[in-house]
T-cell receptor, first 111, second 109 residues
Framework: DTGVSQDPRHKITKRGQNVTFRCDPI?????LYWYRQTLGQGPEFLTY????????KSRLLSDRFSAERPKGSFSTLEIQRTEQGDSAMYLC?????????FGPGTRLTVT | QKEVEQDPGPLSVPEGAIVSLNCTYS??????FMWYRQYSRKGPELLMY????GNKEDGRFTAQVDKSSKYISLFIRDSQPSDSATYLC?????????FGTGTSLTVIP
C-alpha cells in the first residue's frame, strides 16, 4: 500500500490521559500535515512539516499538543492531559508540494 | 466571514439524479479549487482539482469555477448509491487550504 497510513485507527481514552498517534506519509512526499475534524465540519489545519522542520502551527494547537517528525519520514502527534473537547478525527496528509493525500484518520474518543 | 461557505445539507436524491454541490468563497486571491469525497469514518480523497474558471469533466463528475462570482460547483451525473458520502470543497492559496464544512449526500436506490 503506497498511501498515507495512520495508527491507531480508533482510540478511546479517559480524560486526563496522554495519547500519541502516528502517521506514515507517502515515502516520496516531503510535506506532512495534521488536521482535526469534528462531526459536521471540514478538516481544520493543526500543523505542517517540511522534512523534519515544523514550519507552521495553528492557534488551535494548544500547549497540550505536540507534533514531531524526527527523521523527516513518519510523524507523531501527542495530546497530553486529554479533554472531552479533544474528541475528534485526527487526519494526516502528505504532499510533495501539490495535491495533499489524506490518510484514513485516527478517531479519538475522550470519556 | 468564513473563507469558504458550504451548505451542509443533508442532500438526498434518487439514483440517476443530477446532483449539484456548491461553495462560495470570500478571497479573490484563492488560486486552486478542489473537491474531496469522504466516506463515513474515512479520510478525504481528492476527486477533482482545477485552477481556472470554467468547467472540468472527469467521467460523471464536472467541476465548475466562476471566479467573478467566487462560486464553485461540483455536478454528479447519473448519481449512484456508491456516491453517498460527504463532499468537501477546498480552496487553496499558497500553502493554505481552506475547507468547507462538507455536504452530506445520500443517493437512494
Amino acid at each position: 500500500d503506497t498511501g498515507v497510513s495512520q495508527d491507531p485507527r480508533h482510540k478511546i481514552t479517559k480524560r486526563g490521559q496522554n495519547v500519541t498517534f502516528r502517521c506514515d506519509p507517502i515515502s516520496e512526499h516531503n510535506r506532512l500535515y495534521w488536521y482535526r475534524q469534528t462531526l459536521g465540519q471540514g478538516p481544520e489545519f493543526l500543523t505542517y512539516f517540511q522534512n523534519e522542520a515544523q514550519l507552521e502551527k495553528s492557534r488551535l494547537l494548544s500547549d497540550r499538543f505536540s507534533a514531531e517528525r524526527p527523521k523527516g519520514s513518519f510523524s507523531t502527534l501527542e495530546i497530553q492531559r486529554t479533554e472531552q473537547g479533544d474528541s475528534a478525527m485526527y487526519l494526516c496528509a502528505s504532499s510533495s508540494g501539490g495535491q495533499r493525500v489524506f490518510g484514513p484518520g485516527t478517531r479519538l474518543t475522550v470519556t | 466571514q468564513k473563507e469558504v461557505e458550504q451548505d451542509p445539507g443533508p442532500l438526498s436524491v434518487p439514483e440517476g439524479a443530477i446532483v449539484s454541490l456548491n461553495c462560495t468563497y470570500s478571497n479573490s486571491a484563492f488560486q486552486y479549487f478542489m473537491w474531496y469525497r469522504q466516506y463515513s469514518r474515512k479520510g478525504p480523497e481528492l476527486l477533482m482539482y482545477t485552477y481556472s474558471s470554467g468547467n472540468k469533466e472527469d467521467g460523471r463528475f464536472t467541476a465548475q469555477v466562476d471566479k467573478s462570482s467566487k462560486y464553485i460547483s461540483l455536478f454528479i451525473r447519473d448519481s449512484q448509491p456508491s456516491d453517498s458520502a460527504t463532499y468537501l470543497c477546498a480552496i487553496v492559496t499558497g500553502n493554505q487550504f481552506y475547507f468547507g464544512t462538507g455536504t452530506s449526500l445520500t443517493v437512494i436506490p
